[in-house]
């Protein structure tokens, strides 16, 4: 039974609000007969609410302004974060409550749905449908509409304060100092006119920033874009009283923030609805967030990693537009490039449809800093920024039960950024692109793939004949062996039940080994050697005994190891899983069949070899295999006697 017809009998503030739920119908296209009663009768309570009777509701703009006035420093909320304020308003208004609270920031959240804190709740098993629920049965719905103005909760300004106090974590405290390097970039159009003036730009002069750096910054640019580095230790960004500091162009509060100002008010309705959906660890939310900042997916689907034959040729034209311009390096802005010069796959056609046009865009990316002859093309790099958005947009078809990475899925990446910032986002900005609504377009035209298919494609026509385009390292056929290699990666951590803090162990042994080919097992251990930056811990505790800290462990292993060419799709290996196999039978040998695997048990597992690598590097360090395992044990044993 179809239930398109059905789902139109309701208001269209209502189709409106629930419009990822709707979707979600929509492409099931068919319903069960008692699916299809529900919904009859959900569409007859909507019409009978009476937050659909007037103004199908809808926040007011005189609500919202009232909200907006009791926010002390709104304007220094990112896009993103305001957002989630207005959408919290407008669930509060929804339940008929005469403030916003903090379930309401909650909501708010998870209805923004494109920031990693939505992303965080949504790998915990928040949705937005549970939290509704456990709203309504906490609060109830109000008596009548909301009359007069709608204003914070008490909590609510308290989580909102304790968000800004974690983005004021951003300058030196008070007394501190030190050189912290910055950047910041203009065109050269406005550097000119600066240096033609005598005069700086506020904004550069609210950083510091002399008309010298400027002129030095414009001699070194070459053609695109000055960038002008400064320092974030110097007084000027370095202010002492908190106004000072809450008006500096440094400070912003995204949506991560805003989470985590509701997670330090324990005693909220937030808080509480968290814990009652079975968020136990109110840490394992702020590990998540950095996770989420990392190429390893914090949810898992099985998917083949394949490129469609879109993607395949956008790959080879981003390459052409960076051979084009005579970059020595492939990056992000290329790709974009590259995705609207294809032409016929879903990321040209809506950027089509928002007026970008291929000369349009490439008049606003002049030659980059350096020639680089590309008749070698072994020796053109790819960013790191390229190389992670590549496994992004691989996370993104997974989440989705793509079979295939499209251009879409390269695309929403690219739009997505860091609250909208980044050249990508700045581009598309300048050629008058609502990134919001190209997110949003995007989003609808993935759900309707079998509508405006990609075709999934092994090697194109021509393609061997076009190698001389690319270094083999970085040919598409290359890199979908990576991600297939790297599902393995990937597989091992959905089969496993591998602790929040042994996935950010992991995170880091990935980070510490960017520049080489591969993650290996000394590479883990630098990730375990990350926690003894922290006080508390069996791991830290053992590490800081036996005398090692991250510094002198990784002078140790750069002596050691050889660098090797980095890969684009970073994986482990086979060492390195071995090792992860031996923690899981650590674990399940310690604690019993399917306990969480945590650091310690990575630690046990690659002492596991009595000689090797790591007992070359732990000898270096003064140590042994046998010593630190023994501590280990000892550690174990005095929390579990």
């Not at 199908?56 to 896009?79: V, Y």
């Not at 991560?256 to 005693?267: I, S």
């Not at 581009?427 to 079998?450: F, M, P």
């Amino acid at each position: 039974m179809r239930v398109n017809w059905i789902l139109r009998l309701y208001p269209s503030a209502w189709r409106e609000r629930y419009q990822e739920e709707m979707q979600a119908l929509l492409d099931l296209h068919t319903a069960t007969a008692a699916t299809a009663l529900d919904l009859l009768f959900g569409a007859l309570d909507a019409w009978l609410h009476p937050a659909h009777q007037t103004e199908e509701g809808i926040m007011s703009q005189q609500f919202l302004d009232a909200l907006i006035k009791s926010i002390s420093h709104f304007d220094r909320l990112s896009t993103r974060a305001q957002m989630v304020v207005s959408l919290a308003g407008e669930e509060a208004q929804h339940f008929q409550h005469t403030t916003v609270g903090t379930e309401h920031l909650l909501l708010g959240l998870l209805r923004e749905g494109e920031s990693g804190a939505a992303r965080v709740l949504e790998a915990l098993g928040v949705t937005l449908a549970r939290v509704r629920k456990a709203v309504e049965e906490a609060k109830g719905h109000g008596n009548g509409s909301v009359q007069g103005e709608m204003m914070l909760s008490i909590h609510a300004k308290v989580a909102i304060e304790q968000a800004m106090q974690v983005a004021e974590r951003r300058f030196l405290p008070p007394g501190k100092t030190g050189k912290l390097i910055g950047t910041t970039s203009v065109s050269e159009a406005e550097a000119e006119k600066m240096l033609q003036d005598g005069k700086l730009s506020a904004h550069l002069e609210s950083l510091g920033v002399t008309l010298e750096e400027v002129r030095r910054a414009l001699e070194e640019s070459q053609g695109r874009g000055v960038l002008i580095r400064f320092d974030q230790g110097a007084p000027a960004n370095t202010p002492t009283e908190q106004e000072e500091r809450r008006r500096h162009p440094l400070f912003h509060v995204d949506t991560e923030k805003l989470l985590q100002g509701l997670l330090r008010v324990p005693e909220s309705t937030a808080v509480k609805i968290l814990q009652d959906l079975g968020v136990s660890s109110l840490t394992d939310v702020w590990t998540l967030l950095f996770l989420d900042h990392g190429t390893l997916p914090i949810t898992y689907q099985e998917y083949a990693p394949r490129f469609t034959k879109q993607a395949r040729s956008a790959w080879r034209l981003t390459h052409e537009e960076a051979r084009r311009l005579q970059d020595d390096y492939v990056g992000a802005h290329h790709l974009l490039l590259g995705l609207v010069a294809e032409g016929s796959g879903v990321a040209a056609t809506i950027l089509s449809q928002m007026g970008v046009e291929l000369e349009k865009i490439r008049g606003l990316v002049e030659p980059g800093y350096k020639a680089r002859d590309w008749s070698v093309p072994g020796e053109i790099t790819l960013t790191p920024h390229l190389k992670h958005i590549i496994e992004y947009a691989s996370n993104e078809a997974r989440r989705r039960y793509h079979p295939c990475i499209g251009t879409g899925h390269l695309l929403l990446v690219l739009a997505r950024g860091q609250d909208d910032q980044g050249i990508e986002a700045g581009l598309l900005n300048r050629l008058g692109v609502d990134l919001d609504k190209l997110r949003t377009a995007l989003r609808r035209a993935l759900a309707e793939k079998a509508n405006t298919p990609e075709q999934e494609a092994g090697a194109e026509p021509g393609e061997m004949s076009e190698q001389a385009v690319y270094a083999s390292s970085v040919s598409p056929a290359t890199i979908e062996r990576g991600l297939q290699s790297r599902e393995i990666d990937k597989m091992i951590l959905a089969v496993y039940p591998f602790s929040i803090e042994a996935r950010s162990v992991l995170q880091h042994a990935h980070f510490a080994a960017q520049h080489c080919d591969q993650v290996r097992p000394e590479h883990l251990l630098l990730g375990l050697a990350h926690l003894t930056f922290r006080d508390q811990g069996p791991v830290s505790t053992v590490l800081k005994d036996v005398g090692i800290d991250y510094a002198r462990l990784n002078a140790a292993v750069e002596k050691r190891s050889a660098q090797g060419a980095p890969s684009v799709v970073l994986i482990q290996n086979s060492l390195c899983r071995a090792c992860l196999l031996l923690a899981a039978d650590e674990a399940e040998q310690r604690d019993g069949p399917g306990t969480p695997i945590k650091s310690e048990h990575l630690l046990l597992g690659l002492l596991r070899q009595e000689q090797g690598r790591i007992a070359d590097l732990l000898g270096d360090l003064g140590t042994s295999v046998e010593t630190v395992r023994t501590k280990v044990g000892e550690s174990l044993s005095t929390q579990n006697p």
